[in-house]
């Protein structure tokens, strides 16, 4: 069984991660040929497309990925990171001395006080970017339980909607707010584990695609094939990893690296 993890990256790594799909495809490597694909905040809206046969080419198109679709388009808040808020969660995520799960409901508090806009907006925007009703087989989704500071796996035998697991595996404190899910609330999946590359431990090959693997560098699993942004790409990036204007030269980013990533995956990908 091969597999797919892509992981978390906000705005920029979402447009990276959707350019670098378009591109492997003409250089023949086909992202969405994988047995199985775990995804986490960004790599979650990138992994739902790939599995349910999206259209990744009309994300070219955007600014950002939903701004054709976003009903909270033009709203103060709607999406737009708060710095000294996003700047709180890291400290916190940060603290010594205090247990993971322990810092993970402290931030799962914070996400709830700074919450930008209601929760029904950035589910309504995952539902138009991420279509599809029905829940692939093969695709795994994450995010974190706010209350309980619980890593949380979703895939199609869990009973929930795609678009809310999409939702909430992309729900970052201070950027969005968290999703309801069954009576419980949800944040980043990404919070709780990264890539979660551990999702997808005995695939071989295992592909696993970090949007940032510069800030945040996780030791993969042995024998992952692993591709992450050049510098160039990090340069385009910027600072703000929620910025809209670095959509279009993200997605640009990723169809370059496209070519040499090709050329690292093809021997051991199916084609």
Not at 240 to 251: E, K
Request: proline share 8%; hydrophobic share 50%.
């Amino acid at each position: 069984m091969n597999a797919l993890v892509l992981g978390p990256g906000g705005v920029v790594g979402t447009a990276w991660l959707a350019g670098l799909a378009v591109g492997l495809r003409r250089h023949g490597v086909d992202l969405a040929a994988a047995d199985l694909i775990v995804g986490t905040s960004a790599g979650a809206i990138v992994g739902a497309l790939l599995a349910t046969g999206g259209d990744l080419d009309r994300l070219a198109l955007s600014r950002r990925p939903d701004a054709a679709a976003d009903p909270g388009s033009g709203r103060v808040g709607a999406g737009a990171a708060d710095p000294a808020a996003m700047g709180r969660v890291f400290a916190l995520l940060g603290e010594e001395g205090v247990e993971p799960a322990e810092r993970l409901r402290r931030v799962g508090r914070l996400a709830v006080e700074a919450a930008p806009a209601p929760e029904e907006i950035h589910l309504a925007t995952m539902s138009a970017l991420v279509p599809a009703a029905d829940w692939p087989a093969h695709l795994v989704i994450s995010a974190v339980d706010i209350d309980s500071g619980q890593p949380q796996a979703w895939d199609s035998t869990s009973g929930i909607p795609l678009q809310a697991a999409v939702a909430a595996s992309t729900a970052m404190p201070a950027a969005f707010p968290p999703i309801t899910i069954a009576g419980r609330r949800y944040m980043d999946g990404a919070l709780g584990g990264g890539s979660n590359a551990h999702l997808a431990t005995g695939a071989d090959p295992l592909l696993l695609i970090e949007p940032l693997a510069h800030l945040f560098r996780q030791e993969p699993p042995a024998g992952a094939i692993t591709v992450a942004p050049d510098e160039q790409t990090i340069a385009v990036f910027g600072a703000d990893l929620h910025d809209r204007a670095a959509w279009q030269p993200s997605y640009q980013a990723g169809l370059r690296q496209a070519a040499p990533a090709a050329t690292v995956i093809a021997a051991a990908w199916p084609r």
